[in-house]
């Protein structure tokens, strides 16, 4: 490989290198380079899924620009996403990105990346955490896994005329959004639905309550996730004042006789409660605060949410009371660890239907007792 190895003998110094290592399972890495029109580069790195493969061997491509009169080296700036190969699933290779993370890198760096161990040393000695890394590969290779399953059960309800509600509730910030989106990521979107309705139009506040969740619900051959639900007023209107004590517990007297109608008719009702604890809800506000992209997320709702917390939880306490029933359970999420909120949630929907070819043995389709439970009066809370 030329370029980044020799730097000596009137060579110009390097300024930048794009790398881009794939791992094969029969064959060792392989590297090309190329600059982007801004001259800044990227590094996207595969790991070896080959268990007998052990030799890694990196090449690269570099061009090299014009360094200063000041005799000093030149030091590299590389933006490194870290990409996962999954491994053969389904006879195809899946990729996922990992890690982004601006990282300076000398010409001793780029050759201790030839070994696992020094690609180790290196992580640590630029202080990226080895455990953060090696949980993020892990939680990425899991959701490829549990997402085929998730397209095996939709296929499984479309040939079968199958009806299947998803309902997603918990306090603002709690990751309902997030998970729905992990869910829906690879299902056909002609066979499935997200519904978020916004508040009530004049007209439909005129309504029976229920009726416009009801024409939402799922057709034979289809999926419906409920970003919150009907039940926004056992919790967020009482608790807001947008609906008056005599509507509120009108509804607590129908939401049973509601569901039981839709159990008696055969559609496959789920409801998760995802709970976080106060102190992380107050960080996720603060983080959508400074992030441009989740500014969107917050509402004058979400600002009242912790002085607030008591009143939610009452409120909470009395859903859970009056309509957690043998058919239609609450499923509580422990939300603290999104990423474990994620997998878990998805686990416990696929060990609860018993859809066709299911994977056996190799594949963990039972949730986790610490994460995913069900609703008791002595159960663990943490909100």
């Not at 290198?17 to 595969?46: C, M, R, Y």
């Not at 020094?118 to 896994?145: A, C, P």
């Not at 789920?270 to 809800?281: L, N, R």
């Not at 594949?363 to 809370?381: G, S």
């Amino acid at each position: 490989m030329a370029g980044d190895k020799k730097s000596d003998g009137g060579k110009k110094p390097l300024s930048g290198i794009t790398l881009i290592a794939t791992e094969n399972t029969e064959k060792n890495n392989k590297a090309t380079a190329k600059q982007n029109d801004s001259g800044d580069f990227q590094i996207a790195a595969e790991s070896l899924t080959d268990k007998n493969s052990h030799n890694e061997n990196l090449t690269a491509a570099g061009q090299t620009q014009a360094a200063g009169n000041n005799g000093k080296g030149v030091q590299q700036t590389i933006s490194a996403g870290l990409e996962l190969d999954t491994g053969k699933v389904d006879s195809k290779q899946k990729k996922k990105k990992i890690k982004r993370a601006t990282i300076p890198l000398s010409h001793d760096d780029l050759s201790r990346l030839n070994t696992n161990k020094g690609l180790i040393s290196l992580l640590r000695n630029r202080e990226i955490k080895l455990k953060d890394v090696l949980d993020e590969l892990k939680y990425e290779d899991e959701l490829v896994r549990l997402q085929i399953e998730l397209v095996k059960l939709q296929r499984w309800v479309a040939e079968n005329g199958k009806r299947i509600a998803i309902i997603f509730e918990g306090r603002d910030a709690a990751g309902k959004g997030g998970t729905i989106r992990r869910f829906t990521e690879h299902l056909n979107p002609r066979a499935m639905r997200v519904v978020a309705l916004p508040k009530p139009t004049d007209a439909e506040k005129g309504q029976w309550y229920f009726q416009r969740y009801s024409v939402q619900l799922p057709n034979p051959g289809e999926i419906v996730f409920f970003d919150r639900s009907w039940y926004n007023r056992a919790v967020v209107e009482p608790v807001n004042g947008f609906c008056s004590k005599a509507e509120y517990q009108r509804f607590m007297q129908q939401v049973p006789e509601f569901e039981h109608m839709l159990y008696e008719d055969g559609l496959i009702l789920i409801k998760f409660w995802f709970s976080i604890a106060k102190e992380e809800q107050a960080k996720r506000f603060e983080s959508r605060k400074q992030n441009p992209l989740k500014q969107w997320k917050l509402s004058p709702i979400d600002e009242q949410a912790q002085n607030k917390w008591e009143q939610y939880t009452h409120y909470k306490e009395e859903m859970f009371s009056k309509t957690h029933t043998s058919y239609s359970p609450w499923i509580l999420v422990k939300a603290n660890n999104k990423l474990r909120a994620r997998l878990e949630s998805i686990r416990y929907v696929l060990n609860h239907i018993p859809y066709d070819d299911k994977v056996e043995g190799k594949l963990r389709l039972c949730p986790d007792p610490n994460i995913i439970t069900r609703f008791h009066r002595n159960v663990i809370k943490i909100d």
